[in-house]
Structures are given as structure tokens and as C-alpha cells.
């Protein structure tokens, strides 16, 4: 289902707002891999012979399972914002990642200033806490901080519940210290994921967020290249991908998105796109859910 469903765009609305834990729900394709697992194992348990076959069955959903969780964008594993809420009407959200960075954040605040435009920043638990007066900066400047893990190890999508959670809470807790504000969304280190991450959100009240289209700009040499990325087929409700931290450089040294994120801040005002944070775009959603129906949704089963 695709987040701007009605029932995904609930789930975004209630959680998405609240912070509150809410009950995991396994996906088609995980309840399917399951079901696979058990009929292998008791195909085995009621017919030895048959192992070659539970074998490969249960390996064809480990495939599955592992494919889902390269593509960032995927749903497969579990709800995931790609783009923003029908609400959000005519604007876009530019979300900047693996910050906060000494040397390009501020450069970065005073573009977003020069346009009048917000941000979302995706940062680092354990780089914020180097640099606390960056996260202190993009909170007063009318930004919104998410979680991007604390560590952002290039193996998180290896990891089991314990050490996703374990790296997530302490991101959680870095980041809601820091900034003053508890963080309502989670973006894995390169977007990649395993089954274990959508339980592990529910549990601390984080949603996932990917993106509509990015720009690569952590391994691009150009900045014409990067911008082209992101506004090719630029609409409203984008959500685009650029980063501070780990900023890819062009042939002089000079970070890309220094130069991408003015192009593109006035490609979208050309276009009559305003922006917005994720949590202001879900906030706007949610006032929009039936007081009943936010209740219905928030019932045990």
C-alpha cells in the first residue's frame, strides 16, 4: 500500500503526531514468510524426504525478505513515507541527512533563510552530540530534527531487534535532549532495513521516512548532475534527499549541496511550490482524521 493510502496516511497521522508506541502489524509479505517457514517445518517434521523443497521454499522468503529491505522505498516491510500527505497540498519537503556538520550546516541554514524555506534534518545521534549547538541552530531557525541512528553503522540493516533498538533509543534520547523535541520519524543509514526495524519503530513511536526522488549527492562530481536528479519530475508532495554530512565535492573541494540547494529552492518557487517539515505536513494531516476515526485507530485489537 502506498503511504498516501488512506489507512497508511491514519497510521502516519496518529503515530506520526503522538510519538506514542503503537502495535506492530506484519506486512503481506512478512506474514507470508512466516506462514512458508512454518509449512516448511512441519512438511520436514511429517516427511523427511521433503526437505530439499521446504529447503528451497524458505530461502526463496529469506530472497524476499532481503530484496524488500535494499529498496529504500519499498512498503513491503512495513509502512514508509515516500512522499507527503494529500493535505500537504502544494509543497514539497526537503530532508537533509548524516548532519550536523561544522562546515556545511550553517552555510546550509543561511540558504534555507535566504528563501524562507524549512527543512528536515535526518542527524546523527552521536555526531549531534559533538556538535550540539548545530542541532540547538536548526531547531531556532524554525527546522525540524529526525532520527538517522546514533551511530549510523554502514551494517544496520544486519542487525538484530536488540542492537537496531539499542542504536535507535540512543539516537532518540541525543537528539530529544539536544533539540528539545522528541523525533517522530526514523531514516536508516542509506535507507536499508531488515524485518526486525518496523517492529523496533512501532516499540519507540517512530514512523519511517524515505523519499521521493535524491540526488546522489554523497558520490556525484557535479552539481548540474545532482540537481537534474532531483528535479526531473519535481511535483508537489515531493520529498527530496540531500546531504550535509558526508557531502559529496565537486572537483575544487567545494560541497555540492551548496550549490544544488539554491537551484533547486528556486526551481520549486518557479513552479509555485512552497515546503514544509515532515512533522508539519503529517500535523496538517492529522487535523484532518475524524476525532472517531483517530480513536478507532488508536484501539487495541
Known amino acids: 500500500m502506498h503511504p498516501s493510502a488512506p489507512d497508511a496516511t491514519l497510521t ?3 503515530a506520526g503526531m503522538t510519538g506514542a508506541a503503537r502495535r506492530w502489524k506484519p506486512t503481506p509479505l512478512v506474514m507470508g514468510a512466516a506462514a512458508l517457514h512454518a509449512g516448511a517445518a512441519a512438511a520436514v517434521a511429517s516427511y523427511p524426504a521433503s526437505w530439499p523443497w521446504a529447503a ?5 522468503a529469506h530472497a524476499a525478505i532481503a530484496a524488500s529491505g535494499l529498496l529504500p522505498r519499498s512498503n513491503l516491510l512495513g509502512p514508509n513515507l515516500t512522499r507527503l500527505p494529500a493535505s500537504a497540498g502544494n509543497q514539497i519537503a526537503i530532508t537533509i541527512d548524516d548532519g550536523p556538520d561544522p562546515e556545511v550546516t550553517p552555510r546550509v541554514l543561511d540558504l534555507l533563510d535566504g528563501h524562507g524555506a524549512r527543512a528536515t ?13 548545530l542541532i540547538e541552530d536548526i531547531v531556532a531557525r524554525g527546522h525540524a530534527v529526525e532520527n538517522h541512528s546514533q551511530h549510523h553503522h554502514l551494517l544496520f540493516s544486519l542487525c538484530g531487534p536488540r542492537s537496531l533498538r539499542r542504536d535507535i533509543e540512543a539516537a532518540q534520547r541525543t537528539l530529544t535532549e539536544i533539540s528539545g523535541a522528541r523525533p517522530l520519524f526514523f531514516r536508516p543509514p542509506a535507507g536499508l532495513r531488515n524485518p526486525f526495524l518496523e517492529p523496533v519503530l512501532c516499540a519507540l513511536g517512530l514512523n519511517l521516512a524515505s523519499w521521493t526522488r535524491r540526488g546522489f549527492d554523497t558520490c556525484a562530481r557535479g552539481t548540474q548532475q545532482v540537481a537534474q536528479s532531483l528535479l526531473r519530475g519535481l511535483s508537489a508532495r515531493d520529498i527530496l534527499l540531500l546531504h550535509d554530512g558526508n557531502a559529496g565535492r565537486d572537483a575544487g573541494g ?24 515532515l512533522r508539519a505536513a503529517v500535523s496538517a494531516d492529522a487535523a484532518a482524521v475524524p476525532a472517531f476515526a483517530q480513536a478507532d485507530a488508536m484501539r487495541p485489537e
Request: with cysteine; hydrophobic share 50%.
Open 12 to 14: 502516519f497521522a496518529q
Open 121 to 133: 534534518f535526518f542527524c546523527i545521534g552521536e555526531t549531534a552530540r559533538r556538535h550540539p549547538r
Open 254 to 277: 567545494r560541497p555540492l549541496i551548496l550549490d544544488v540547494l539554491p537551484i533547486v529552492l528556486q526551481a520549486a518557487q518557479q513552479a509555485g511550490l512552497g515546503w514544509t517539515t
Open 56 to 60: 528451497a521454499g524458505a530461502a526463496a
